[in-house]
């Protein structure tokens, strides 16, 4: 019984995520048509305008603090648009040359989906003219390697395209995107070349593909375009979710675990492949079963806020998130089957709309001075066009926009090209081409999204030269080495067998925590402190602890020299194994005197301590903003476990 129990589970758990779709599909008309309410007063420009500033800019980009700039230093607003298709459209049944097996009857041909139609040119041209400054180009792994060229008639509006590959076809055009001024970001979207996001072979970067052939894919396409520098950014996995059996997770450290996965790889492509280009991680979009009374969330970057990506280069990181009215926090998105009573977000008053935004992924923004602090692009929203009639979508897409425009926050409406005929169809882009070559666009004055979308893609947000702010970066060595120094991971390993943790270069330890490893850096009140050429210590017992400074008696200190800050450490088990103490240029650092900084019982971390929370649930010390770490002190008497106790911080000159 126990065993015929088991199996009827696991056929209905098949059936529900067989039928849940988390992407979006136009929904059905509900309630009359009501026009979009009227958002905030906003000082806006025209779309025209945008157009006109979107090759004003400079590459490579960078991050400084919640904010994209240029290689000037000024801010650069991603106002984006998916180009889909080159990730494929295929539902998964049927034969993949018959349009009706493909989503919204609209086969791409395994190319950017609308070159069958239009030339790339005008493509192109009207993404600028609804004020577009940056792409959102998906990719399959599949597509990579398909040698398989084009049917003639995907490329029918654009002859020269013919008899190319999939990803010739992908070449042309990021040439042709970036030769516009427009920025292009590199999205790696599906393993398998088809439509996307339900219980399909795709739900993480290792479904249908190992995590080192993911990898390698991703140096290749990397290393592809490193010449081009108007492509900007690696956005690294698309919608990671639960399959049927298994949840992804944030720092496991399993086989399933994004946050180590996504963390590995943008370190590569930055020191193996492209070091101009953003890295860009997307949330944990599901876990769970959508079957009310069973857990089942929508994660997307809460789980930020406890543990949070350092990449070896500081200013290069990217967060993101997806949004669309029929999903909720807790709502899969399905209709029927897998169909729980959880509210989606159309269902939410405007105030509860905006505080589980701000929850799941505007906090990463909001909040300054933090580990996590970063920008944050909402990689994905959109709604249904001409045919969408429901009062609830209608009035979500309005207020979803005006939380876009009161956060100032980066975007790329999903998609922007699709098909019509007649006029209808699916309805979700934003530019429609019909078999003739004929396009119906957002502005031919019948598109109820206008008006929201001219408010979106022209309020003023920051402009201008973005001043440099201090970095605060959390180490994590849970499971096994969180190295980001590129100096020290060029050199032999200082401490075999032990777990290591070293700050960025930019950057000096600041805080840590009594149990967890955990580690805080930045480089707050201070310029670039580390010498490199001065090299580094490693120090594994009390020999700098100079007479009469005994600065926690009683306990095993590791301690600087003069002269040195602490810029890493290592552990084995829980218990410190050994510093790591990095020179700083004569005269940047004082060494005559400091305090004890106690956090065995409780947290000391000062008033106002930036950085925030960087090991929550354990107890840490903090030096202040205007110090430096200079040792470490534990005890190895009975009932300890050589956990950190104390710091010893000292001053900066």
């Not at 505007?362 to 970063?374: C, G, I, N, S, Y």
């Amino acid at each position: 019984m126990v065993a015929v129990r088991r199996s009827i589970v696991r056929a209905t758990l098949a059936a529900v995520f067989l039928l849940v779709s988390l992407t979006p599909v136009p929904a059905a008309a509900q309630g009359p048509a009501q026009g979009p309410a009227q958002g905030p007063a906003q000082e806006t420009a025209t779309p025209s305008d945008v157009a006109v500033a979107a090759a004003d800019w400079t590459a490579p980009l960078s991050t400084r603090g919640r904010w994209i700039v240029d290689a000037d230093g000024d801010r650069f607003k991603l106002r984006s648009g998916n180009w889909h298709g080159a990730s494929g459209t295929w539902n998964g049944s049927g034969s993949v040359d018959e349009d009706v097996n493909h989503h919204a009857g609209e086969n791409s041909g395994r190319i950017p989906l609308g070159l069958d139609r239009a030339a790339l040119a005008e493509i192109i041209a009207g993404f600028r003219e609804i004020g577009i400054n940056s792409i959102r180009l998906p990719f399959s792994n599949e597509m990579i390697h398909d040698e398989v060229p084009v049917a003639d008639d995907a490329v029918a509006a654009n002859a020269s395209l013919r008899g190319r590959t999939p990803l010739q076809v992908y070449d042309v055009v990021v040439r042709e995107l970036t030769a516009a001024g427009l920025a292009v970001i590199l999205n790696n979207h599906t393993n398998t070349t088809r439509w996307c996001c339900g219980v399909d072979g795709n739900e993480r970067w290792n479904a249908s593909r190992s995590t080192g052939t993911w990898e390698n894919d991703w140096l290749f396409m990397a290393r592809r375009y490193q010449e081009n520098k108007r492509v900007v950014g690696a956005d690294l996995y698309n919608e990671v979710r639960r399959d049927i059996w298994d949840d992804p997770n944030w720092g496991l450290g399993d086989n399933h675990d994004w946050f180590t996965a996504s963390q590995r790889l943008g370190d590569r492509i930055l020191t193996e492949a492209n070091p101009d280009l953003l890295i860009i991680v997307e949330g944990i979009n599901w876990t769970g079963i959508p079957v009310d009374g069973l857990a089942h969330e929508r994660p997307t970057l809460e789980p930020v806020r406890r543990l949070s990506h350092t990449l070896v280069d500081s200013g290069k990181l990217v967060y993101s998130a997806h949004f669309y009215d029929y999903t909720g926090p807790h709502h899969s998105g399905a209709t029927g089957t897998g169909e729980t009573t959880d509210p989606r977000y159309r269902d939410l008053t405007p105030a509860e709309l905006i505080d589980v935004l701000n929850r799941q992924a505007f906090f990463v923004t909001a909040e300054q001075d933090r580990h996590f602090t970063a920008p944050v692009w909402i990689s994905e929203f959109g709604i249904g066009g001409r045919e969408e009639t429901g009062a609830g979508q209608r009035a979500w897409f309005v207020n979803f926009v005006d939380h876009l425009i009161r956060t100032d926050a980066d975007f790329a409406y999903w998609p922007l090209v699709g098909w019509h005929e007649g006029r209808t169809g699916n309805g979700w882009a934003l530019l429609h081409w019909d078999s003739a070559g004929r396009r119906m666009g957002l502005y031919d004055g019948d598109d109820w999204r206008a008006t929201a979308w001219t408010r979106l893609v022209g309020a003023q947000g920051r402009t201008g030269r973005i001043d440099p702010v201090a970095d605060w970066s959390m180490l994590s060595p849970d499971h096994g080495d969180f190295v980001a120094s590129r100096c020290i991971r060029a050199l032999p390993d200082w401490d075999s067998g032990a777990r290591k943790a070293v700050c960025p270069d930019s950057q000096r330890l600041l805080g840590l925590s009594h149990t967890g490893n955990r580690g805080l850096c930045s480089n707050v009140s201070a310029g670039p402190v580390w010498d490199p050429a001065a090299g580094h210590k490693v120090i594994v017992d009390e020999r700098y602890v100079a007479p009469g400074r005994d600065w926690a008696t009683g306990y095993t200190k590791l301690q600087c020299p003069d002269g040195h800050f602490l810029t890493g450490y290592s552990v084995r088990g829980a218990a410190v194994s050994a510093v790591l103490c990095a020179a700083a240029p004569p005269g940047s650092i004082d060494g005559t005197s400091g305090r004890t900084v106690w956090f065995d019982r409780g947290d000391n971390r000062g008033f106002s301590a930036k950085g925030g929370d960087f090991a929550p649930g354990h107890h840490k010390g903090q030096c202040a903003d205007d110090e430096y770490a200079a040792g470490i002190a534990y005890t190895g008497r009975v009932g300890s476990s050589r956990t950190p106790d104390a710091l010893y911080c000292r001053q900066l000159s």
